[in-house]
């Protein structure tokens, strides 16, 4: 079974600072995929950034990067310039191997202040 | 290309009436997968359909079915609704069902239960 963990229900950043959003996995499966996606208010969840576990390099997106811990299964989300478009729940999600479901994280509120 | 489409965007059925939603995948994506989003619980996966063969069941009760057709195209099914079952519905298509697969997310179909 696989399981993800967002600890944080809500954060707040003012608007241009940086924001760091946590998330914590656990897996049996040596080859396996994290994401994170939006979903804004407007309801429609998209895709932020994705990272495959066997690369050791952190992906980025523009303002969006994430630090992954292999050993600590940890794989957090940082924005940096965060702007008032960026307020929305974001969802950290795992797919492992052998066609295992998707499992998402319970999500974190964001919210940008003026 | 046109983007995952859901129909009906809102529902609102009684207990006990049967409801069947649709979700058209992008183009050319031959999976398609299913979420139950409440405020309590998240984002809960229902089932994965790939080629027309169901490839993932979550842990929901047999009152919950799902179909894919020959163009990609899948409908999902609940019976006899409970009050419990009030939600928003999500589907997601990607391309393959690879774990490196994106899922692009639909808007939603909220189903109101009375």
């Known amino acids: 079974a696989q399981t993800v963990t967002q600890s944080q229900p809500e954060m707040s950043v003012q608007e241009a600072e940086t924001v760091t959003l946590s998330c914590t996995y656990d897996?049996?499966?040596?080859?396996?995929?994290l994401f994170w996606y939006k979903q804004p208010p407007s309801r429609q969840m998209i895709l932020v950034i994705r990272?495959?576990?066997?690369?050791?390099q952190n992906a980025t997106e523009n303002r969006f990067s994430v630090n992954f811990q292999k050993a600590a299964k940890s794989f957090s989300l940082k924005i940096s310039d965060s702007q008032l478009g960026d307020a929305a729940m974001y969802f950290c999600a795992l797919r492992g191997g052998g066609y295992q479901k998707v499992t998402f994280g319970t999500g974190t509120k964001l919210q940008v202040i003026p | 290309k046109a983007g995952v489409t859901q129909t009906p965007r809102y529902l609102i059925k009684t207990r006990g009436q049967q409801v069947t939603l649709s979700c058209s995948p992008i183009?050319?994506?031959?999976?398609v997968s299913w979420y139950q989003q409440t405020p309590g619980q998240g984002l809960q996966f229902l089932f994965e359909?790939?080629?027309?063969?169901?490839?993932n069941k979550g842990n929901f009760p047999g009152r919950f079915s799902g179909r894919q057709f020959s163009n990609s195209r899948s409908e999902m099914n609940v019976s006899t609704l409970e009050l419990g079952d009030s939600a928003l519905y999500l589907c997601?298509?990607?391309?393959?069902?690879?774990?490196?697969?994106?899922?692009?997310f639909g808007p939603g179909t909220r189903l109101l239960v009375l």
């Open positions: 990272q495959e576990a066997y690369k050791q």
């Open positions: 183009s050319g994506h031959r999976s």
């Open positions: 359909y790939f080629s027309e063969t169901q490839r």
């Open positions: 997601a298509s990607s391309l393959d069902s690879g774990i490196q697969e994106t899922q692009y």
């Open positions: 897996t049996s499966e040596s080859d396996y995929y």
